[in-house]
């Protein structure tokens, strides 16, 4: 963040975050860790505990208390996600949540920072760059594009921070989350879905933070898409194998769950159809290039022992 000068310390701002999943949570984290104030906003008050951050229950769908919150803030983190995985929960949701915030964001001059999925790449079979097209139809896919287009028609300023599949601290719902990781920690073998030995961008949450926060202060990189900071891609078979090396565990024996399998699962599950829709990414290479927001915001990736090995300490201190 901006340096105050003959101090060289960080003068103190405001920023509000919505949200308080592992995104947002690592968001506020790093702020308040920087000595910035920070506003958490969530309809249960939840967030991190900490003399800097001050926690309210607010639903920011609902316009009307936004105002109050986002006064004085230097840039607002939209860290929330649908309260399902699925494209009706999110198409219902997250539209009228976004444009609640960047109208009550407009009022506040602040600025809006996004993490977003690589979703809406239209062409995820070639490397993904930020020049790429954004233009995927349809289901979960289809509301990432129509986000990101109402993004880019607003007269608020905003960025767009994209990330590969989550993992690191906090991190539990994800393909590399506990169904990975707790097998791994378990000495157990686990199943994947698609295959086993096909590269993909995996993401580190603590990455995906200080690129979100970077980009906040930064107006020469507003209003357009970066892509936050990521190592090279990995098979899930290489994950794993980084999450044991990272426990001092043998390397888990690792299997796919194929597609027409998990199609045929998804007849009569729900949850498993929406996890058909993402199958591509899966089953052939799925990979981001960073490099042009790695020169951007002057960040590059935590090492991939370092990330892995953080992740395995914050599993073990939940008892796993």
Not at 132 to 159: H, I, W, Y
Not at 257 to 272: H, I, Q
Not at 277 to 293: G, I
């Amino acid at each position: 963040m901006t340096q105050s000068g003959a101090s060289g310390r960080t003068p103190s701002r405001l920023f509000v975050v919505t949200g308080a999943g592992p995104v947002g949570w690592t968001v506020t984290e790093q702020l308040a860790a920087a000595g910035h104030r920070v506003r958490v906003l969530t309809r249960s008050g939840s967030g991190p505990a900490h003399p800097l951050v001050e926690r309210m229950s607010i639903d920011v769908s609902d316009p009307a208390r936004l105002g109050e919150a986002f006064r004085g803030a230097a840039a607002v983190f939209h860290c929330i996600h649908g309260s399902r995985y699925s494209a009706e929960a999110w198409a219902r949701e997250l539209p009228q949540a976004e444009q609640s915030v960047l109208t009550a964001a407009a009022e506040a001059g602040a600025v809006v920072v996004f993490p977003e999925s690589l979703y809406s790449y239209s062409a995820p079979e070639r490397p993904m760059t930020e020049e790429g097209p954004r233009e995927a139809q349809g289901g979960k896919r289809g509301v990432r594009t129509a986000l990101l287009k109402a993004r880019a028609e607003s007269a608020t300023d905003t960025v767009s921070v994209v990330a590969g599949d989550f993992f690191g601290p906090r991190v539990r719902t994800a393909h590399s989350g506990e169904r990975m990781v707790k097998p791994v920690l378990a000495g157990k073998s686990l199943m994947v879905i698609g295959r086993t030995d096909q590269p993909h961008s995996f993401t580190y949450v603590p990455d995906l933070a200080a690129a979100m926060i970077a980009a906040a202060d930064k107006p020469q990189v507003w209003n357009r898409v970066w892509h936050t900071p990521t190592g090279p891609a990995l098979t899930q078979r290489e994950i794993a194998g980084a999450f044991a090396n990272a426990a001092g565990a043998r390397s888990p024996r690792v299997t796919a769950l194929p597609g027409w399998a998990l199609k045929a699962m998804g007849v009569f599950s729900p949850d498993m159809r929406e996890l058909v829709e993402t199958l591509y990414q899966f089953e052939r290479p799925f990979v981001m290039d960073s490099a042009a927001s790695q020169a951007a915001l002057g960040l590059a990736p935590t090492p991939l022992h370092e990330a892995a090995a953080a992740t395995i300490a914050w599993w073990g201190d939940q008892g796993q």
